[in-house]
């Protein structure tokens, strides 16, 4: 994973509430075999509607997008997270997230920022009187800015410190690489192997 | 902890496999020796190593084999269906591409996974097993530690051979006595999810203890473990004795020679020291079980086969009566009706619970020489290609066809329906397998998880039917 400090890049405004999963991914996507390649599965139903906001010039090449109360809800498909990400998202804001979505998203490097409903609505202001401005998520000092809006946002410790290292569950997992070399080294010869073949 | 404390046996193997002791709350890194990969959970775990550009950290510690998807009629065709052909052909590239081995479709060893790893001898006690399916637990029959996995965490015992992890609780379940003739280590599994439900088990492995477990060989006890996770348990085990290295001896896996014997001396400290203490007790007794069958849409909703469909009415928590009746419906079934007086429309013996050799030994003792009732469609479809072969060597196929069965190829086929082998809407089968929900072997499928034996009887009456039932001439 690639270390976050400061994400900067067009808003997207989603002015919606409990976007659940299935509307991030419809499941019929869930039969595909690779992890990535799936922005075309991202928001399928709504990108139907022109009007839909990732289908307005303005928009389509934004990388933070912004989201109403209870974002995330439903199914616990880590494809959801897959989706936005290789849309380009890095960074999703919203007043509330569903624990499970937010979970997902640490492991796979999409930032998560939580902000008071009222920073929710000036920021969707500030995007509607001028399409494609850009919206910075600055992990270090923990702040939001687009525009004349700036405000704390929330994140857990432990999320943004990783987040910050790059470090995923492999990655920290793999600082206590020499302790698993160590027992390695240990495990009893009789213990079975798979190879060689027979 | 004090280390001469008296430990029960998942505890010993834990304490063998940490890395690492979390701290502060964080969990335990527990070592992984074995990895056992099918290609449904897989594909995106070897994606996500390809975009870290990570390598597979033991290769020698993981093998993988084609099961859920593969056909069970004709085998050297092509698959038909495009999403199962992708998942194996995806599997096969990403064997290749990491240096894993893979056992594919007409290799002898390619089958179930959970078939595979025992029947190689790579299963053994006092091991960690993991596995992107939930019927790892299948291999606790030899004392091993194991259990199912996530996409994500498959990923990262590929990466890291390794699994961050909090300790599980430990439950007893004591099954002391003797089974009638006819009954089975299905039927003692079934009893035990009727007794704690299917979330009775969360967050425990379950340590099945007492006569009745040391009496069964490893097949039997494979059975109950397979079905652990059906009470919820995130794993099952049973402490290794003389069956287990018995079955063990000679496998291509097992140690030999020297090694053997280091190996068989440290297996018999794998078991629970006298005055441990687990989290929870449950008593079974053997004598009294019957074969068993279940009615309902979950593996918990079982009854003995001489009992009658349940009434939801008689059923006081709210929720199980509702669930009662939603299943009743599905089922077409009516309260009070006898179990025994249910037709059948299939009968599937085969999956990762009872497609064991011993399993088919068993079916194809009690139909030889009968003949199938009509209109029931009966498929056996052995757990791997080796238990196929060994099962031709003894004229098991002739006996099957001769009673007017199919006899098919290797791999999960009726379990869940990946493949072509389904049930058709309103279809009712006697399986072996261990799921009963709905949908599972088919859209609008009802499922009777059965043993082998009752499996038997039931082909040859064409309703739901005990081996008693033969026996006593009650035709
Ligand atoms: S036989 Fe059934 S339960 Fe076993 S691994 Fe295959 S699909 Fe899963």
Known sequence: MDKLTVITGVGVPLKRTNVDTDQIIPAEFLKRVTKTGFEDALFQRWRQDPEFVLNQPAFAQGTVLIAGLDFGTGSSREHAVWALRDYGFQAVIAPRFADIFRGNSGKQGLLTAVVPESVVEAIWAELDAAPGTEVTVNLVDRTVTCGSVISPFDIDDYTRWRLMEGLDDIGLTLRHEAAITEFETHRESWRPTTLPAR | ?475
């Open chain 2, 1 to 475: 902890m004090n280390d001469s404390a008296p430990r029960t046996l998942a505890q010993k193997v834990w304490d063998a496999h940490r890395v690492v002791t979390g701290t502060n709350g964080e969990p335990d890194l527990i070592y992984i020796d074995l990895h056992l990969v099918h290609e449904v959970t897989s594909p995106q775990a070897f994606d996500g190593l390809r975009q870290a550009g990570r390598p597979v950290r033991r290769p020698d510690l993981t093998i993988a084999t084609e099961d859920h998807n593969t056909p069970t009629l004709n085998i050297t065709a092509q698959i038909a269906d495009p999403v199962s052909r992708t998942q194996i052909e995806t599997l096969r590239a990403n064997a290749a591409e990491f240096g894993i081995r893979l056992h594919s479709l007409g290799d002898i060893e390619q089958g179930i996974v959970h078939v595979v790893g025992p029947q190689l001898g790579l299963t053994q006690p006092g091991i960690t097993v993991v596995c992107g399916d939930s019927h790892t637990s299948t291999h606790g029959a030899f004392g091993a530690m194991a259990f199912g996995i996530g996409t994500s965490e498959v990923e990262h015992v590929l990466a890291t051979q390794t699994l961050p992890l909090k300790p599980f609780k430990t439950m007893a379940i004591n099954v002391e006595g003797t089974l009638r003739p006819g009954v089975s280590a299905k039927d003692i599994i079934l009893a035990v999810i009727a007794k704690i439900g299917t979330g009775g088990g969360q967050g425990y492995v379950l340590e099945f203890r007492g006569s009745a477990i040391r009496a069964l060989s490893m097949d039997g006890r494979m059975t109950i473990c397979n079905m652990s996770i059906e009470a919820g348990a995130r794993a099952g085990m049973v402490a290794p004795d003389d069956t287990t290295f018995a079955y063990l001896k000679g496998r291509a896996h097992a140690p030999h020679g020297a090694e053997w014997d280091a190996a068989v001396e440290y297996w018999r400290t794998l078991h629970t020291d006298e005055g441990a203490q687990f989290d929870a007790e449950v008593f079974i007794d053997a004598d009294a079980l019957e074969p068993f069958v279940t009615w309902g849409t979950n593996p918990g909703q079982g009854v003995s086969l001489s009992d009658n469909v349940p009434n939801p009415a008689d059923i006081t928590d709210p929720n199980e009566r509702a669930a009662a009746e939603r299943a009743l419906e599905y089922m077409g079934l009516t309260a009070g009706q006898p179990m025994k007086s249910i037709p059948v429309d299939v009968v599937f013996m085969g999956s990762c619970t009872n497609s064991r050799i011993e399993d088919l030994r068993t079916f194809a003792s009690i139909i030889k020489g009968k003949k199938l009732a009509d209109g029931v469609q009966l498929l056996v479809v052995p757990g791997s290609a080796r238990v196929r072969i060994e099962a031709e060597a003894e004229g098991i196929d002739t006996i099957v066809e001769e009673f007017g069965g199919e006899w098919r190829f290797a791999g999960c086929s009726m379990c869940l329906g990946m493949n072509p082998d389904q049930l058709t809407p309103g279809q009712r089968s006697a399986s072996t397998s261990n799921r009963n929900f709905e949908g599972r072997q088919g859209k609008g499928g009802r499922t009777h998880l059965v043993s082998p034996q009752v499996a038997a009887a039931t082909a040859i009456r064409g309703t739901l039917s005990s081996p008693w039932d033969l026996e006593n001439g009650a035709n």
